[in-house]
């Protein structure tokens, strides 16, 4: 069983950066690779990226592909999602979850999910 608990989200305007973290609990997390997503209001739930058990591949949404990074430290359990030259149209909770399936870019193929973290970037 894993839990997971995403923080570091707020307003920032178009060309900041952010950090968002997201915290497991459990000694099995760096068993699993890792995902983030997000969702606006009205849409579905978006691929954002995602991370190896390792963290020595990552995998980006090309949305986001250059203006977002993925890391972790298995020794604190967190994985990471810098953002940088946010844009109006990267506005969305998002989330962290658990790769359990082989889909990398499906909500279906993870299991464990966090609470979310409203991210909010004006123009």
């Known amino acids: 069983q894993v839990q997971l608990v995403e923080s570091g989200g707020g307003m920032v305007q178009a060309g900041g950066s952010l950090r968002l973290s997201c915290a497991a609990s459990?000694?099995?997390?760096?068993?699993?690779?890792m995902g983030w997503f997000r969702q606006a209001p009205g849409k579905g739930r978006e691929f954002v990226g995602q991370i190896s058990r390792s963290g020595g591949s990552t995998y980006y949404a090309d949305s986001v592909k250059g203006r977002f990074t993925i890391t972790r430290d298995n020794a604190k359990n967190t994985v990471y999602l810098q953002m940088n030259s946010l844009k109006p149209e990267d506005t969305a909770v998002y989330y962290c979850?658990?790769?359990?399936?082989?889909?990398?870019?499906?909500?279906?193929?993870?299991?464990?999910w966090g609470q979310g973290t409203q991210v909010t970037v004006s123009s």
């Open positions: 979850a658990a790769l359990i399936g082989t889909a990398v870019t499906s909500p279906r193929s993870y299991y464990y």
């Open positions: 459990g000694r099995t997390f760096s068993s699993y690779a």
